[in-house]
């Protein structure tokens, strides 16, 4: 038997459990000629007998079985603290059978009948960095991500990580215990392939979580794709997502790959997945299940090996109640959740926070970072921050901006800083002397009293509709001030015709003769 693995280290173990023998002889065969060494069992009870007797870098089982099912072997791994990561078969259609398994801890899962590339991807993918399965003595190497969840009393996740998953987890900036327990968590759910869903206001730093989860994983190695899903067009989202081939549709002059195909042996980061429109969400939801897209203009589909993280600061719960967002295509996604702590809940990390921002933006400058003083420091844990991280960003750019060479300022120009109320007055007025009145009466009274400070308008309870309105007020001054010509109305908003065009679409503005907001008009 020849083997692919080098001869300094003793091939992979796999454990394959069917209860089909045509099927088991078949996975078994595939393997071998992999090069990994296979053991085959036909249920429970004897998949378990192997477990007693020997360590595997992977355990390929069937969910049904004659004498029970493959979750009861899953969870035994899991109890037992094993080693073995542990790939599931599912029958075609059963997503709650996968989705349970992932969650159980389940590395990855396949759909049955089983695609043998597919098939070769998966365990080479669940083999990786794992160790030789020797009786070797416990210093043997083992993957950092599996020894950072050990034991609750183990090193830190930083130090586990490995150096690319380190230095993404020093990114996340801060030691208050909700950021612990993020940093806690994306070393755990990094080992798998479970969908990561990510959740969190704005401007905490989704992203980063994200890139963290790659970057601690085994596919670090692989490309990080990154999608805005609110940002794309409609009618380019199938194929930007799923590529498109040559005179598909106009203006296509050569074959393009899409998000999947530029993500394979990756991850794909789907950003504010709750943007997306739901005919879109149905053909995601097929894509994830099925591991295979089809680019438009092909009538061959294309296997993609990819780990799905998404993040959205809405609430999904909400918006499938609402019927916006597919409950289907959430719990594919919700396997395993990340909330990522809005910044007042982790004021003590400020000083820190502030230190590493004001470090980036000096060096961006060329400047020497500005010293960050206490009273700056106070003045910030007032301030509320509704913006989280990205508006503490912005007001120390501002700060070093206006920086005259003496202490750090901040420029809370437009920015609510709370204020002390002020007592009412409750006292009756102090009589006013005759004199004084008879001067008051004749003095020059000034032309206007001064201005009562405005009050603040109160926060909008949805900030999308809120925003959606007002560009729909825009939009709809700039058309009717243009005659209802698009082009020129794009123009004077500093758009592109099918920029305008998709917004009018987004926001269901129509024409004056009742026409579809969508349709061409002689003047575009």
Not at 99 to 113: N, R, S, W
Not at 199 to 213: C, D, H, I, Q
Not at 292 to 317: F, M, Y
Not at 358 to 378: F, T, V, Y
Request: aromatic share 4%.
């Amino acid at each position: 038997m020849s083997s692919s693995h080098p001869s300094s280290q003793r091939p992979a173990q796999i454990l394959v459990i069917d209860d089909e023998p045509d099927l088991r002889t078949l996975y078994e065969l595939t393997l071998l000629r992999e090069g990994y060494r296979v053991e085959a069992a036909g249920s429970v009870s004897e998949a378990w007998q192997h477990l007693e007797a020997g360590r595997f870098d992977a355990v390929i089982t069937d969910m049904r079985l004659p004498d029970g099912q493959g979750m009861e072997i899953l969870q035994r791994i899991q109890q037992s603290q094993r080693s073995e990561r542990c790939v599931v078969m599912t029958a075609y259609g059963s997503a709650e059978n996968a989705v349970e398994a992932l969650k159980a801890g389940a590395f990855d899962y396949l759909t049955k009948p089983v695609d043998l590339k597919q098939f070769r991807a998966v365990v080479a993918s669940a083999v990786q960095g794992q160790s030789p399965p020797m009786p070797a003595p416990a210093k043997a190497p083992r993957p950092a991500s599996a020894a950072s969840a050990e034991t609750a009393g183990g090193p830190s996740p930083v130090a586990a990580a490995g150096s690319t998953g380190a230095a993404a987890l020093e990114r996340l900036v801060g030691d208050s215990e909700p950021m612990r327990l993020v940093k806690s968590r994306i070393a755990k759910v990094a080992r798998g392939m479970a969908p990561v869903l990510v959740r969190g206001e704005s401007g905490t730093g989704k992203e980063l979580v994200a890139r963290a989860v790659h970057a601690c994983s085994q596919r670090s190695e692989g490309p990080f794709v990154a999608v805005n899903c609110g940002a794309i067009p409609e009618n380019l989202l199938e194929a930007e997502f799923f590529g498109a081939r040559k005179g598909s549709y106009t203006g296509s002059a050569q074959d393009r790959d899409g998000y999947f195909q530029a993500a394979r042996g990756g991850t794909l980061f789907l950003d504010e997945i709750g943007d997306l429109p739901l005919p879109m969400q149905s053909k995601l939801l097929r894509a994830i299940q099925e591991r295979n897209v089809r680019p438009i203009g092909s009538t061959q589909e294309d296997a993609v090996d990819v780990r799905i993280v998404s993040a959205t600061h809405k609430d999904l719960h909400a918006e499938v109640q609402a019927g916006r967002f597919r409950q289907d295509l959430f719990y594919r996604l919700n396997v395993i959740e990340i909330a990522v702590p809005a910044l007042r809940e982790r004021r003590e990390d400020l000083p820190a926070l502030c230190a590493a921002l004001l470090a980036r933006i000096a060096q961006d400058g060329g400047l020497p970072a500005p010293r960050l003083s206490e009273a700056l420091l106070q003045q910030l844990a007032l301030h509320p921050l509704h913006g989280n991280v990205r508006e503490l960003e912005n007001l120390l750019h501002r700060a070093v901006a206006l920086y005259d060479g003496d202490e750090l300022q901040l420029d809370l120009v437009g920015s609510t800083m709370p204020t002390a109320p002020v007592a009412p007055t409750t006292a009756a007025p102090e009589p006013v002397p005759a004199a004084a009145s008879a001067a008051e009466s004749v003095a020059p009274t000034p032309a206007s009293p001064p201005p009562r400070p405005a009050l603040p308008s109160p926060l909008p309870s949805d900030l999308q509709a809120y925003l959606d309105q007002q560009e729909r007020e825009i939009l709809v001054r700039a058309l009717h001030e243009s005659g209802f010509n698009r082009t020129a109305a794009a123009a004077r908003l500093g758009m592109s015709l099918r920029q305008i065009r998709y917004r009018i679409a987004r926001l269901g503005i129509s024409t004056p003769n009742g026409d579809d907001a969508t349709g061409l008009h002689a003047d575009d």
